[in-house]
């Protein structure tokens, strides 16, 4: 795979060098897909991000963005990566208005530590984390979400600011706190999802929400994937509420359906019983999520040729059974939310490319046949190379617009989103 040293001449780099206080070459581990960049800018400050960004606009350099790097493999391989834009020093939470339940964040801290700084509170950001350790940045310009979406929703309900670099170096600011308006763009809209190919966000301003005094988890074991569908349907048209209405399935055809509701004691009480009533006498109902959590259903820590074909699924939620079978007849585990229509699926590693590529088939069928879409977001290179890893992709036109307006020259992340965006 190419890198991005041969096209670093020793004018741009020290271009780059002058423009932020830590610079080093690429290394080890400092790969995005396989492709090694030729430097690793490290910014103290969003000015020093719009230094590196109009220094690389200056030399015609890549950048790719860095928030921790938990799953920077995911995407498509960008086509270069001369600078690695490391954002993870932008790390402080900038003010937690408690009582307008409103956090103002850095890119780079990671959801965890926000976490922490707006629990002692007694609020959180309502965002699961899904990949331990994902920075907010990387939170954002993924789109993750995680059970809770039934109840609060996505990055897109809670971001209500955020300031970004753009590809020219120029500094833009949308939402709360404004300075700045980019007239004619919802920014934070179109940064949530962006994979690093639009703007560099440096800092973003979340609504929060007050952690629910109780809690209980209501779960059963199911060994069919229609048992599972009706199940979830008889769950979220109930008068229960549920903040979480998690499945987690095997290739086997069987697995589980749990149901998290939150709120004040003898509320929650009341609701986790008409729910255990609603999924049978099998059901159990405590206070500990199921083991899973909120992550994924493949080896996070698995790198290189080892890492699963890992799929996103979205489908109405009437589609669930047809889905959770169509998984099973492709070998694929599968978890997430049956109450959100969202899940991930994983492929195991040793598959045969063809094969991964039939089985991706097959669940993107059944996605579609219920109105969503089967993503790969992440797999061995192997698979990248012998799957249509986006699918089909409305509003591509659209998109390479707005692509063509933030990045002319596009070289944010180039190659990394839909249609080599
Ligand atoms: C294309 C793509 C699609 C994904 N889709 C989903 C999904 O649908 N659901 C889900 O739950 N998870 C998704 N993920 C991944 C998951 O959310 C990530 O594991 C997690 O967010 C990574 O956080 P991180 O801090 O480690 O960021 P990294 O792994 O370092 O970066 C993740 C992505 O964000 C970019 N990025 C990082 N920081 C910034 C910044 N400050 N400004 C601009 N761009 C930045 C990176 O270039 C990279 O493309 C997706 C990831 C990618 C790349």
Request: with cysteine; aromatic share 4%; charged share 20%.
């Amino acid at each position: 795979m190419g890198t991005g040293t041969d096209t670093l001449t020793a004018t741009a780099r020290e271009a780059v060098a002058s423009a932020c206080a830590q610079v080093r070459d690429g290394g080890d581990g400092d790969e995005v897909d396989g492709v090694r960049p030729g430097l690793v800018a490290r910014p103290a400050d969003t000015d020093q991000v719009a230094e590196v960004l109009r220094a690389a606009a200056a030399h015609g350099l890549t950048v790719v963005p860095r928030g921790r790097g938990t799953k920077l493999s995911w995407g498509t391989a960008p086509r270069s990566a001369d600078v690695l834009l490391d954002v993870s020093g932008l790390d402080r939470v900038l003010e937690h208005a408690a009582g307008d339940l409103i956090v103002a964040t850095q890119a780079g801290a990671r959801l965890a530590d926000v976490q922490q700084v707006v629990g002692e509170g007694g609020q959180w950001l309502a965002l699961d984390e899904t990949v331990p350790g994902a920075s907010i940045g990387g939170t954002l310009a993924a789109n993750t979400s995680g059970p809770r979406r039934v109840a609060t929703g996505t990055a897109r309900d809670l971001l209500i600011g955020v300031t970004v670099v753009r590809a020219d170096g120029v500094v833009a600011k949308a939402g709360g706190k404004v300075v700045k308006n980019v007239a004619g763009y919802d920014l934070g809209k179109l940064v949530i999802g962006s994979a690093g190919t639009l703007a560099v966000v440096v800092d973003a301003t979340f609504r929060l929400h007050p952690v629910a005094p109780a809690r209980r988890w209501v779960t059963v074991a199911v060994d069919d994937a229609a048992r599972a569908g009706a199940l979830s349907q008889d769950v979220v048209h109930a008068q229960v509420v549920p903040s979480a209405v998690e499945v987690d399935w095997t290739p086997a055809g069987d697995g589980s359906v749990s149901v998290l509701l939150e709120g004040r004691e003898d509320g929650v009480v009341a609701r986790a019983d008409a729910v255990r009533r609603l999924l049978g006498d099998a059901a159990t109902v405590g206070t500990d999520a199921p083991a899973a959590g909120a992550t994924y259903p493949w080896d996070l820590t698995a790198t290189g040729d080892l890492r699963a074909t890992a799929l996103k699924l979205t489908f109405v939620l009437s589609g669930l059974t047809d889905v959770l079978a169509a998984a099973g007849a492709a070998g694929a585990s599968v978890r997430g939310s049956a109450g959100a229509g969202v899940a991930y699926a994983a492929l195991p590693s040793d598959r045969p490319a063809e094969e991964v590529a039939a089985a991706v088939d097959r669940l993107r069928a059944a996605c579609a046949s219920h109105g969503g879409t089967a993503v790969v977001v992440d797999a061995p290179a192997a698979v990248k190379a012998a799957v249509d890893v986006w699918g089909p992709v409305p509003a591509l036109d659209l998109m390479r617009r707005v692509k063509d307006q933030f990045d002319p020259d596009h070289r944010l992340s180039p190659g990394r989103y839909v249609g080599g965006i």
